[in-house]
């Protein structure tokens, strides 16, 4: 039986030592910054983005991993042997999945799954570890992608902006649209429900809205063991240590993430995100 290759994308923040250990390649997600081009977390990570956007008098946009860097991808990995899973962004975030389908038919007659997360950041990465697991135990294409698709209906995202500003510019707001006009100390949190942003709340002050994150995290999870948690920030890392302290007491979980959210997911959430993303009941 064929051996199987995982490849996500660069919006999950997978730990480089977990990409190494299981032996999951990464799609940039590209960064446009007036003329200049990024991909993402390859010409530009986190701290030098956040840095840059303070002073921009032009904001960054952002496009979908390029059909020639998943042909790369595609063609090393089926040159080795590998069947390939690729578990990706929700189609309704970006085209990545389309770009990832072009790239797929270059190579007709290699055994390419392209798998919907509908979801993004470490829910997508959890998935994505999920398949890569049962890949290195010896698990078949097939059986890996209902791995992953076990893993997309018990995963989720919860995720307090600290303002909607640049999700309505980049045109990712959703479900969210009735909170545009929030007051300014008023937090919105968001989830992500079937691929998409949805609005779930407003919460008076950011520290409130933060431990509301962890509340709704845990009506989420319920009484589902084990549990894989991660919390992510964009530029706010003094505000979401706490929140991983007080989840990893909560929910006890085997696996944690901590990270920035990448330079693209920062484009379109701003600065101040925090985010908490699990992986529950498997």
Same mark, same amino acid.
């Given at each position: 039986?064929?051996?199987?290759?995982?490849?996500?994308?660069?919006?999950?923040?997978?730990?480089?030592?977990?990409?190494?250990?299981?032996?999951?390649?990464?799609?940039?997600?590209?960064?446009?910054?007036?003329?200049?081009?990024?991909?993402?977390?390859?010409?530009?990570?986190?701290?030098?983005?956040?840095?840059?956007?303070?002073?921009?008098?032009?904001?960054?946009?952002?496009?979908?991993?390029?059909?020639?860097?998943?042909?790369?991808?595609?063609?090393?990995?089926?040159?080795?042997?590998?069947?390939?899973?690729?578990?990706?962004?929700?189609?309704?975030?970006?085209?990545?999945?389309?770009?990832?389908?072009?790239? /797929?038919?270059?190579?007709?007659?290699?055994?390419?799954?392209?798998?919907?997360?509908?979801?993004?950041?470490?829910?997508?990465?959890?998935?994505?570890?999920?398949?890569?697991?049962?890949?290195?135990?010896?698990?078949?294409?097939?059986?890996?992608?209902?791995?992953?698709?076990?893993?997309?209906?018990?995963?989720?995202?919860?995720?307090?902006?600290?303002?909607?500003?640049?999700?309505?510019?980049?045109?990712?707001?959703?479900?969210?649209?009735?909170?545009?006009?929030?007051?300014?100390?008023? /937090?919105?949190?968001?989830?992500?429900?079937?691929?998409?942003?949805?609005?779930?709340?407003?919460?008076?002050?950011?520290? /409130?809205?933060?431990?509301?994150?962890?509340?709704?995290?845990?009506?989420?999870?319920?009484?589902?063991?084990?549990?894989?948690?991660?919390?992510?920030?964009?530029?706010?890392?003094?505000?979401?240590?706490?929140?991983?302290?007080?989840?990893?007491?909560?929910?006890?979980?085997?696996?944690?993430?901590?990270?920035?959210?990448?330079?693209?997911?920062?484009?379109?959430?701003?600065?101040?995100?925090?985010?908490?993303?699990?992986?529950?009941?498997?």
């Amino acid at each position: 039986m064929p051996k199987v290759a995982v490849v996500t994308d660069s919006t999950a923040y997978i730990p480089k030592p977990l990409l190494e250990q299981y032996h999951i390649s990464v799609g940039p997600q590209v960064l446009i910054w007036g003329s200049e081009t990024f991909e993402d977390g390859v010409d530009i990570q986190p701290v030098e983005f956040y840095r840059r956007l303070e002073k921009a008098t032009v904001m960054p946009t952002s496009s979908q991993v390029s059909i020639p860097s998943f042909k790369r991808i595609f063609g090393e990995l089926v040159a080795q042997g590998y069947d390939i899973l690729a578990v990706l962004i929700s189609s309704k975030f970006s085209g990545t999945i389309g770009s990832a389908g072009q790239a /797929k038919a270059m190579y007709p007659e290699a055994n390419i799954e392209i798998f919907d997360s509908q979801s993004t950041a470490m829910a997508l990465g959890f998935q994505a570890l999920a398949a890569a697991r049962a890949a290195q135990a010896g698990a078949s294409l097939a059986e890996c992608r209902a791995v992953a698709e076990q893993a997309r209906q018990n995963s989720g995202v919860l995720v307090c902006v600290d303002t909607l500003e640049f999700l309505h510019r980049g045109g990712r707001i959703g479900g969210a649209q009735r909170f545009l006009g929030t007051a300014l100390n008023l /937090k919105p949190i968001l989830e992500v429900v079937d691929g998409k942003l949805e609005a779930v709340e407003r919460v008076r002050t950011r520290r /409130k809205a933060h431990s509301r994150l962890i509340e709704l995290a845990e009506e989420r999870i319920g009484n589902r063991s084990p549990v894989h948690l991660s919390v992510i920030h964009a530029n706010a890392a003094e505000d979401a240590r706490p929140v991983m302290e007080e989840a990893v007491t909560k929910f006890n979980p085997i696996e944690t993430v901590f990270s920035d959210v990448s330079p693209v997911i920062g484009t379109h959430v701003g600065p101040g995100t925090v985010a908490i993303c699990y992986l529950a009941g498997m």
